[in-house]
């Protein structure tokens, strides 16, 4: 009885740690110092285009639209609360690699997103329009949390969603020397990018099982 006892204790620990765990990765977020928040409602049409809708500090900021799964035919393009266009990313610059965008703010090119190898998420290095080096974003496997660093390591922003939602919230430090609409459109390419993955995967495994 006192064995059955101990185990059951201990697998009550084990399961509350775990549990523990999950909620500190899932709700808690690292400090970043003074930052400007942003909430990005998405709404996905028929499965083909995606509108996110972005307030800023709780006030109408920017929508950005497109098909996800066409970026060179039909790129992200992000518009003000005016509705006038102001930023768009595509793969019409030139292709790096796979998951690679180009990140273009009043009609001129403004970053570009290197998609590289990462087996447990996703990482993109961010480069300026001079080929320089000045940023790393990474993702997790779950897409869940996303930070991106500057070439000091500097946190100077961070991409936070929930387990089965669609909608995400942004981040962005004072420190951070990107415009904010491009950091905006980085993770709204990210975004694009995993839900076409996941689409492009669901649609396997039906035509697999078919």
């Not at 500097?154 to 936070?160: E, K, Q, R, T, V």
Request: proline share 2%; hydrophobic share 40%; with cysteine.
């Amino acid at each position: 009885m006192k064995r059955k006892k101990v185990v059951r204790i201990a697998v009550a620990i084990i399961i509350a740690l775990i549990i523990g765990g999950l909620f500190v990765y899932v709700f808690i977020r690292p400090d970043m110092g003074p930052c400007t928040e942003y909430k990005c409602d998405v709404k996905v049409l028929f499965k083909l285009s995606t509108t996110i809708e972005i307030d800023k500090e709780g006030e109408e900021f920017a929508k950005i639209s497109g098909n996800i799964f066409k970026f060179v035919t039909d790129p992200l393009t992000m518009y003000d609360s005016a509705g006038n266009k102001i930023a768009y990313a595509g793969d019409e610059y030139h292709f790096i690699a796979q998951d690679s965008h180009s990140i273009y703010l009043n009609n001129r090119l403004a970053a570009e997103m290197i998609g590289r190898i990462n087996f447990f998420g996703e990482t993109y290095d961010i480069y300026n329009n001079n080929q320089e080096k000045i940023a790393r974003a990474s993702f997790d496997k779950v897409n869940i949390k996303g930070k991106i660093y500057d070439i000091n390591g500097n946190l100077i922003a961070d991409f936070h969603s929930f387990p089965f939602f669609n909608d995400f919230s942004v981040r962005i430090s004072e420190d951070c020397e990107m415009d904010e609409n491009v950091v905006l459109m980085i993770f709204s390419s990210y975004y694009s990018d995993q839900k076409a993955d996941s689409t492009s995967s669901s649609n396997s495994h039906k035509s697999t099982k078919n």
